[in-house]
Every structure is written in C-alpha cells, then in structure tokens.
C-alpha cells in the first residue's frame, strides 16, 4: 500500500509515520504544506491513501483539490471538535481525531483495505466540510433592533455582553447596564450569533467571551460566570456544558 502524510507539524507527522511502521506500513512521502503537496501531486504517482491534515502552514489542505485532481483515497487527521467534525460524518469521510490512538489507526486502515476501492469520483462535499469547519462570519449577525416606545435602536454586537431568557422572552443586556427585549429565542440565536464570540452555557444565557469579568467554581462541579454588568441574577454553566465551556475557553 502506497501512503502519504500530508501534515504541518513535523513531530506530529514523524509520529504518524512510526505508528504506520507498526503495522507494516512505510509512507512515501511527508508533505507540509499546500504548496508543497502541490508539486509533489504533480510530478509523483499518486498514493492509494492519503493521511490528510486540514490545517497547513500555508493554508486549508482544500486548497490542494482546487489545483490538482487527487485519485487517493483520504482518511482526515483533525485537533476540530464534534461539531465541525459532523461534515465529515455526513460526507462518508474517515477522519482520526489528535493525538492519534493507535488503535483506531489501524481500525482506519484495516477498514481501507477490506473495502475501499481507488476512484477519483469523490463522494464527498469539500465545500460542505470546509464551510462547516470554516464558517463565514457575513451568516451571522452583526446588529440587533430593538423597539423602543415608538423608536427603533440598533445595538452592534460588540456592545452586547449577554442574551438571557426571562418569562419566556429573550432579552440582550449590553455593556451600559441596559437590557432590552428582542424578538429571537435563544434557540434561534444559536445559528445567528459567532460561535468564538457566544456561548450558550444554560437554557438560559448566551454570554459573550469579553464580557466575562471572573470564573468561579459552584456546586455540583459547576461554574458560576461574573460579567461586567449584568448582575441581575446567577450566570450558571450547567454540569453538562462544562466541558465544552472550557474547549470553548482554550
């Protein structure tokens, strides 16, 4: 079986190719970048499998099927998170996840070989995938408006430390101190609002990441949120969002 590597970090990709020498397998080549992955397609036959990160030096590793025609087949090594991950999984794309286990290593390759035949009719979206993993920030709001008395108000986003549900309505409370009713549920809010700015930590609140003033540790192995302004009662990260609250943080 003919294998490359295509991989930024260089300790990574050595340790990839070991792994692969566990089990009989010697890549062919260690490719770092777009670039370089390029004019190596161009002038080698290509592989029957590639290991393919998605973020090179120098660019998405996308890139490399804009400017050449790969026949291998791809298995994706990936740090992304469960979500973005999803359009690997709607695709039928394998992917490992970082630090690479090497059981699941070999339970990819295994998989490859007893069923995988060489076509260079991709079945997969490489657009989907990037899109979901690189979404555009013009899908998500920029602005607020709210009614007030008979004017209308526009609040950027920048301004808005919070969105908290109150007596079944939804509610932006900004860095002044003030809060306003909106006509969005916090459901809605979750595909209009930038996932590195806002994150829903309860049923209850989507906090902004600069508005937060102090994290401190609850009961329940809870953690309680202090923003700037709002203090009109507990921001609470429920037990179950923990965990992602904190990837969300790193």
Known sequence: MKVV?????????????????????EPI???????????WFYSNEHPDL???????????????????????AIIFTTAYDEYALKAFKLNSVDYLL??????????????????????NDHSFNFEQIKDLISPSETNYKKRFTVKIGQHLKMIFIESIECFYSEDKATHIHTIDGRSYLIEDTLEQ????LQPDTFF????????????????ISYSNSRLKIVLQSY?????IVSRERVKDFKNWLG
């Open 29 to 39: 080549a260690m490719l770092h970048s777009v670039e370089e992955a390029v004019n």
């Open 98 to 119: 970082k630090p690479i286990d090497s059981d699941e290593l070999n339970n990819a390759v295994n998989q490859f070989k007893n069923t995988h035949t060489i076509t």
């Open 231 to 235: 203090n009109e009662s507990e921001i």
């Open 50 to 72: 590639l290991f393919l990160d998605i973020q090179l030096s120098d660019g998405l590793s996308f890139e490399i099927f804009e400017e050449v025609e790969v026949k291998s």
């Open 200 to 215: 829903r930590v309860s049923r209850k609140y989507f906090i902004n990441i600069n508005a937060i003033k102090d994290i």
């Open 5 to 25: 590597i295509i991989e930024d970090e260089k300790p990574a990709a050595r340790r990839l190719s070991r792994m692969l020498n566990e089990i009989g397998i």
């Open 189 to 192: 809010l979750e595909t209009k």
